[in-house]
């Protein structure tokens, strides 16, 4: 009597039998059925292939139907597979397309869901200003000067609408800001006596290469990523925005997306990622300033501090207040606890058409440097709120400036192709990188011991501290790279381009 498989009801050329349920199988049949469910078919208990029994029994040929002994019986047979083929095609073309047209009115509604919550926000947004403006005239009492005053009214998303009004700096923030620097100093003349252990050696970061490359991070609708930074404590958690309006946090050891925010209504040019929480700032030419919980991916304040676009950001070694710049030619230090600005300055020299590009503080905390788009760089005290110095040399719009953790150095970038490094001491250029000619420069970043310095921009560039001598030159990125950062120790360099993607570089 013939076995037959139980699963094909055919004569099995290698018979097996299961020992849950006492079937006879073909081991090809069974074997595939067992890796992608793991029971036996029949019975539906649980069944390794180690399980299964071999059958002894005599090879059986198998005659050939007689529909196959003549060549147009043959090729009678290619012509029924072609065109069931053909016809699987058709069906697999018939439902992509209806696919096709299901996302495109999916997305179309989000859109214009999108559309119809920004404009209600707006609205919104609008009353409840006009509605601040008019309390004041109604006689209600408004809080002193530096006490934080509550939320008149939560935006969309949960941001509390702040007041404009400058707060002042009071004596104790002004104490405070100096007992930091004070401690700053100190620990940074003990650190800049050695180099850390485990700094990465200027001959390992020549060997740099690609790590990985994650194009998934931000809107492939609107492609680009503006800005980057990396989490100060834990070097893992990558921070950057992209001209889809939104933020993202990335994990780089488990390569997963960790939050997504979203609030800014234009592109986000520049963000922060605390040094000591999970916490992000972001700045965007909506003219707002974010503070965000990462955890929940939902925004802490709201601080209205310019009425222009944002293009500087920079926060405070206290972590606790951060500095902004805008083409509305005044730079602006407000409260990321409250939301509260707690001074706006003009600069005095931004005339006419003359606007605010970037801001940076210096690692101690009571000076800063800003850019401007009329090639200066020019050094401000923080608590006398008075242009100390400004350097002159570029000849376009400085676009990155970057203090080095010694607080002996600057370097600025501008839209003339060079890199300038600056002695604050000596407070005069000391080296200038000269670029090729058309060489874009986005950003310019000191590692944690001010050992190196890398410039992104055509191509993304790590060079050798006071030697300023070329290491490594990374050329993956199809479009202009607009941020780079190194990880812990350099163990890693990240950047960002417009090309979409976050690369990581390293050994």
Same mark, same amino acid.
């Given at each position: 009597?013939?076995?037959?498989?139980?699963?094909?009801?055919?004569?099995?050329?290698?018979?097996?039998?299961?020992?849950?349920?006492?079937? /006879?199988?073909?081991?090809?049949?069974?074997?595939?059925?067992?890796?992608?469910?793991?029971? !036996?078919? %029949? #019975?539906?208990?649980?069944?390794?292939?180690?399980?299964?029994?071999?059958?002894?029994?005599?090879?059986?040929?198998?005659?050939?139907?007689?529909?196959?002994?003549?060549?147009?019986?043959?090729? $009678?047979?290619?012509?029924?597979? =072609?065109?069931?083929?053909?016809?699987?095609?058709?069906?697999?073309?018939?439902?992509?397309?209806?696919?096709?047209?299901?996302?495109?009115?999916?997305?179309?509604?989000?859109?214009? +869901?999108?559309?119809?919550?920004?404009?209600?926000?707006?609205?919104?947004?609008?009353?409840?200003?006009?509605?601040?403006?008019?309390?004041?005239? +109604?006689?209600?009492?408004?809080?002193?000067?530096? /006490?934080?005053?509550?939320? %008149?009214?939560?935006?969309?998303?949960?941001?509390?609408?702040?007041?404009?009004?400058?707060?002042?700096?009071?004596?104790?923030? /002004?104490?405070?800001?100096?007992?930091?620097?004070?401690?700053?100093?100190?620990?940074?003349?003990?650190?800049?006596?050695?180099?850390?252990?485990?700094?990465? @050696?200027?001959?390992?970061?020549?060997?740099?290469?690609?790590?990985?490359?994650?194009?998934?991070?931000?809107?492939?609708?609107?492609?680009?990523?503006? @800005?980057?930074?990396?989490?100060? +404590?834990?070097?893992?958690? &990558?921070?950057?925005?992209?001209?889809?309006?939104?933020?993202?946090?990335?994990?780089?050891?488990?390569?997963?997306?960790?939050?997504?925010?979203?609030?800014?209504?234009?592109?986000?040019?520049?963000? %922060?990622?605390?040094?000591?929480?999970?916490?992000? &700032?972001?700045?965007?030419?909506?003219?707002?300033?974010?503070? =965000?919980?990462?955890?929940?991916?939902?925004?802490?304040?709201?601080?209205?501090?310019?009425?222009?676009?944002?293009?500087?950001?920079?926060?405070?070694?206290?972590?606790?207040?951060?500095?902004?710049?805008?083409?509305?030619?005044?730079?602006?230090?407000?409260? /990321?606890?409250?939301?509260?600005?707690?001074?706006?300055?003009?600069?005095?020299?931004?005339?006419? *058409?003359?606007?605010?590009?970037?801001?940076?503080?210096?690692?101690?905390?009571? &000076?800063? *440097?800003?850019?401007?788009?009329?090639?200066?760089?020019?050094?401000?005290?923080? $608590?006398? $709120? #008075?242009?100390?110095?400004?350097?002159?040399?570029?000849?376009?719009? &400085?676009?990155?400036?970057?203090?080095?953790?010694? *607080?002996?150095?600057?370097?600025?970038?501008?839209?003339?192709?060079?890199?300038?490094? =600056?002695?604050?001491?000596?407070?005069?250029?000391?080296?200038?990188?000269?670029?090729?000619?058309?060489?874009? %420069?986005?950003?310019?970043?000191? !590692?944690?011991?001010?050992?190196?310095?890398?410039?992104?921009?055509?191509?993304?560039?790590?060079?050798?501290? $006071?030697? =300023?001598?070329?290491?490594?030159?990374?050329?993956?990125?199809?479009?202009?790279?607009?941020?780079?950062?190194?990880?812990?120790?350099?163990?890693?360099?990240?950047?960002?381009?417009?090309?979409?993607?976050?690369?990581?570089?390293?050994?």
């Amino acid at each position: 009597m013939a076995l037959c498989c139980a699963i094909s009801n055919e004569v099995p050329e290698h018979p097996v039998v299961s020992p849950t349920s006492g079937s /006879i199988f073909e081991r090809r049949l069974i074997e595939k059925y067992i890796i992608e469910n793991g029971v !036996d078919p %029949i #019975s539906g208990k649980e069944l390794t292939v180690e399980q299964l029994i071999d059958v002894k029994t005599t090879p059986i040929v198998k005659p050939k139907p007689p529909s196959a002994t003549s060549i147009p019986a043959i090729l $009678k047979t290619l012509q029924d597979e =072609w065109d069931a083929v053909m016809l699987h095609s058709f069906t697999l073309r018939q439902q992509l397309q209806t696919a096709r047209q299901e996302l495109s009115h999916a997305l179309y509604q989000h859109d214009a +869901a999108c559309r119809v919550i920004g404009r209600l926000t707006k609205e919104v947004t609008a009353a409840r200003e006009a509605l601040a403006t008019l309390k004041p005239q +109604a006689g209600i009492a408004q809080p002193p000067a530096g /006490i934080p005053q509550p939320a %008149i009214a939560v935006e969309a998303g949960g941001v509390a609408n702040q007041p404009t009004e400058q707060a002042g700096m009071t004596p104790e923030i /002004i104490k405070k800001l100096q007992d930091k620097a004070t401690v700053l100093t100190q620990e940074r003349k003990r650190r800049g006596r050695t180099v850390p252990e485990d700094l990465v @050696s200027h001959e390992n970061i020549r060997s740099f290469h690609t790590l990985s490359s994650h194009p998934g991070l931000h809107s492939a609708s609107i492609p680009g990523i503006l @800005s980057l930074d990396i989490h100060g +404590a834990d070097t893992s958690k &990558i921070l950057t925005g992209g001209n889809d309006r939104n933020a993202t946090v990335f994990n780089k050891d488990t390569e997963q997306v960790v939050a997504v925010l979203k609030g800014h209504t234009k592109k986000v040019t520049r963000v %922060i990622y605390h040094p000591d929480e999970d916490v992000v &700032i972001t700045g965007s030419p909506d003219t707002t300033i974010r503070v =965000w919980d990462v955890s929940t991916s939902q925004p802490m304040q709201l601080i209205r501090a310019h009425s222009a676009a944002v293009t500087g950001l920079s926060l405070h070694p206290t972590g606790d207040y951060v500095l902004s710049t805008s083409t509305d030619q005044h730079w602006a230090f407000s409260d /990321i606890r409250t939301g509260r600005l707690l001074t706006k300055v003009a600069d005095q020299g931004a005339t006419g *058409g003359i606007a605010l590009t970037t801001a940076q503080f210096h690692p101690d905390g009571l &000076i800063f *440097g800003i850019g401007t788009s009329d090639s200066q760089v020019k050094i401000w005290d923080l $608590k006398e $709120k #008075s242009n100390l110095r400004f350097f002159a040399g570029h000849s376009g719009p &400085i676009t990155a400036i970057s203090f080095s953790e010694n *607080g002996y150095y600057l370097a600025t970038a501008a839209d003339d192709a060079c890199v300038k490094l =600056w002695d604050l001491r000596k407070l005069k250029n000391i080296k200038t990188l000269q670029l090729d000619d058309n060489y874009e %420069i986005a950003d310019v970043c000191f !590692d944690q011991s001010g050992t190196y310095l890398a410039v992104a921009g055509t191509d993304v560039r790590v060079y050798l501290c $006071k030697q =300023w001598q070329e290491l490594r030159v990374f050329n993956d990125h199809t479009a202009l790279a607009t941020g780079v950062r190194f990880g812990k120790h350099a163990q890693y360099i990240a950047s960002t381009s417009m090309d979409r993607t976050l690369k990581f570089y390293g050994l």
